[in-house]
C-alpha cells in the first residue's frame, strides 16, 4: 500500500516535473528563417492516388506497347524472310527455266548441225 | 497565438502542403513546446534542443506531404524528435555540468511541486540510458500510453514497461537514500503558491 503510494507521488512528482517547456518566442521565426537559407527547402512532392494511378497504367501501357512492337517487329521481319525466300525460290525456278530452254536450244542445234554433216 | 487564423490542424496541414508557409509556421507554433521539451529532456542543453528541435521542424517541411492527420503529426513529431536526439548522444560526447544546469528551471509554468525535488527528478532522468529516458519522457511528459510509446520507437511492449518499471525503480532507490529522514515523496510535494 505504501509502495502503491510512493509509485503515485513518484509519477505525480514526474509529471509536474517534466512539464512542457517553452522554446521562447523567436523560435518559429527561427525554423522559417532556416527554411530560407535551407537548400533542400522545396517539399518532396508527394503523387496524389490518382497521379499514381494514371503513372502506373501509363507505366503498364508503355510495357504492353513496347512488347507488341517487338512481336511487331519479329512478324514483320519473318514475313520478309519468307518473302525473300519465295523470291529466291522464284529466281531460282525462272533459272532453271530459262537454263532449261537454253539448254534445249543448245541440244537442237547440235542435232541439226550433225544431221547437215551426215546428209552431206 | 493571437493573430493567428483558427484553421483546424487539418486545415492547416493541407495548406503547408501546398506550400503555405504561414500555415506550416502556425503548426510549428502549435508542436513547438512538445518537440523542444523532448529535445531539451533528453539532450539537456538549451542551445541544443532547440537546434535540434528546429532540425525536427525542418525535416517536417521537407516530408509534410507524406503526414496523413493531425494524429499521424503528433506521432511522427515524437518520433523524429526522439530518434533525431538519441542519434545525437550517440555522435556527440556528454554534456558539461554547466550545460546541464542551464538546462533546469526552463518550464513554462510554476511548479506544482518543490523545486529541489523537481531539479533532482530532472537530474536522475539524465542518468538514464537514452532509450529508457525517452520511454519516461514520454509517459510523463507527452502523457502516452506503453502501446503508444511501443509505437512511436518502434520498440516491443514488454521492452517498454520494462524499461518504465526499472527506471521507476531507480528513480525511487536514488530519491530514497538520498533523503535522510525516509519522508515519502508526497511530502516533498507542495503546491507554490
New interface residues.
Partial sequence: M?DE???R????????????????EG??A???A??AT?P???????LSRATASWLAFAAAASVVLGLFVAHQRQVLRTEQGLEARRQLIQALRVTGEKLELASRAVNTSERSTDSSHSGA | MSGEPAWTEGTLLERASAGDTAAFAALVRRHQRSVYSLSLRMLADRFQAEDLAQEVFLQLYRSIRSVESETHLAFWLRRVTVNRAIDRLRREPPLSQAALSEADGLAAEPSEIDPILERRLRALLRELAPAARAVVLLRYQEDLDPTEIARTLKMPLNTVKSHLKRSLAALRERLGNEDPDGRSLASDARTLT
Fill in positions: 505504501s503510494r510512493n509509485n507521488d513518484l509519477e505525480r512528482s514526474l509529471r509536474a516535473a517534466l512539464r512542457p517547456a517553452d522554446p521562447g523560435f518559429a527561427g525554423v522559417l532556416r527554411l535551407d533542400a527547402r522545396a517539399p518532396r512532392p508527394r
